[in-house]
């Protein structure tokens, strides 16, 4: 899917409780330089975070989970990098569904909580980053912040882990230990993927 410059699209970080309006200003490959309407200030964004960016192309909504490169303030634009690229009619989106939510993280009974960003989700596992450097096979609680009113809590395994520049980039596989959490994290992906959908064609109107 290619985003044009001058596209409206979307985008999430995960320390905003909405959807933010914005213009893409340039676009070269894979990498973004989007505008928001409103004052970026808002969000609490640092070179590394994940960002999901909402787009449409031929009535097709496309979710994209994206990683922030470059932050200018004083212009309020954001230079992103798209990672991976799913449309909300994908019968695989669940699979990996692109998302940007605040989390912490404990091991086993202790009360030290580590921040953790979830990065995408699907019902059998998420890729998460931290500054922490946990141990690979690790077993992990999460309190995933939704913004929605909502907390996830669950657990996960450590199956894969990657340092990159910013951050500790881990794969997890979820262990259930509740049975109302399955259900629970799937209506709230369906809650996500209608809003992106309502969303973008609702900032489309606008322009």
Do not use: W
Request: aromatic share 8%; glycine share 4%.
């Amino acid at each position: 899917m290619e985003i044009k410059t001058g596209d409206i699209v979307s985008v999430r970080h995960f320390s905003g409780t909405k959807l933010f309006k914005s213009l893409v200003l340039e676009s070269q490959n894979e990498v973004l330089l989007v505008k928001p309407v409103e004052d970026i200030t808002l969000l609490n964004c640092s070179q590394g975070d994940p960002l999901v960016l909402g787009s449409e192309l031929e009535s097709e909504i496309y979710i994209s989970s994206c990683t922030i490169l470059a932050l200018n303030k004083e212009q309020n634009t954001i230079e992103i990098k798209i990672d991976n690229c799913e449309t909300t009619t994908n019968k695989r989106l669940f699979v990996r569904f692109p998302v940007s939510l605040y989390a912490e993280a404990r091991i086993g009974e202790s009360q030290k909580k580590h921040l953790a960003i979830v990065k995408n989700i699907s019902y059998s596992g998420m890729m998460v980053f931290s500054k922490t450097d946990f141990p690979l096979y690790q077993e992990l609680k999460f309190e995933i912040h939704t913004g929605a009113g909502v907390t996830i809590n669950l657990k996960a395994t450590i199956i894969r882990k990657v340092k990159d520049t910013y951050n500790y980039e881990y794969g997890l596989k979820i262990v259930y230990t509740d049975v109302h959490t399955p259900n629970l994290l799937k209506k709230y992906l369906i809650l996500l993927k209608k809003e992106q959908e309502e969303s973008i064609r609702k900032f489309k109107e606008q322009k």
